[in-house]
T-cell receptor, first 115, second 112 residues
């Protein structure tokens, strides 16, 4: 089984709809991240969480919110989806300072299309 | 200036060729460096960490030059399966503790 899973894998939604993307991990990592990837722009950080009580905005957090329900679960919500939020979304995890492991491990991605 | 810069390519090489990618980073306080591989429409996967002394993993060799702030990846005896986008990744030390900054990637296409 994959260490980092994301649901749904693909989603088409309409402008104005609320949508939630979910991420779960079995790696036992404290840190979790949400990124979006657009062609030609690389990976951009939306939100990150270093533990259940810690949530931080990334470089492009406007229009998004997150919830860290447990160490293993981190969800991303689009409160009112708009077409320019069409992108590939990745969840990632890392061990962080307690483990000295900074490399991140990614889920398979969610392809979101907003029409 | 971008924090991590890479030539986007594509690099088109024949099977068996040796190919090298470079990456430059702007934050001299960066401590950890990685190369990730990303196949089309798939998630990035850690290829290798980059150590100060340089390191090798099979056909892949990574080098770090702190003075010039660049990282390189050398692939020997290219295989068709090496075709992918290679992401240079650097830690960005800050109060939050070593976040990762990703380069835009270099695309490699290995031809028969």
């Amino acid at each position: 089984d994959a260490d980092v899973t994301q649901t749904p894998r693909n989603r088409i939604t309409k402008t104005g709809k609320r949508i939630m993307l979910e991420c779960s991990q079995t790696k036992g990592h404290d840190r979790m991240y949400w990124y979006r990837q657009d062609p030609g722009l690389g990976l951009r950080l939306i939100y990150y969480s270093f533990d259940v009580k810690d949530i931080n905005k990334g470089e492009i957090s406007d229009g998004y919110s997150v919830s860290r329900q447990a160490q293993a679960k981190f969800s991303l919500s689009l409160e009112s989806a708009i077409p320019n939020q069409t992108a590939l979304y990745f969840c990632a995890t890392s061990g962080g300072q307690t483990s000295g492991i900074y490399e991140q491990y990614f889920g398979p991605g969610t392809r979101l299309t907003v029409t | 200036r971008k924090e991590v810069e890479q030539d986007p390519g594509p690099f088109n090489v024949p099977e068996g060729a040796t190919v090298a990618f470079n990456c430059t980073y702007s934050n001299s306080a960066s401590q950890s460096f990685f190369w990730y591989r990303q196949d089309c429409r798939k998630e990035p996967k850690l290829l290798m960490s980059v150590y100060s002394s340089g390191n090798e993993d099979g056909r892949f060799t990574a080098q770090l030059n702190r003075a010039s702030q660049y990282i390189s990846l050398l692939i020997r005896d290219s295989k068709l399966s090496d075709s992918a986008t290679y992401l240079c990744v650097v830690t960005r030390p800050n109060n939050a503790g070593n976040m990762l900054t990703f380069g835009g990637g270099t695309r490699l296409m290995v031809k028969p």
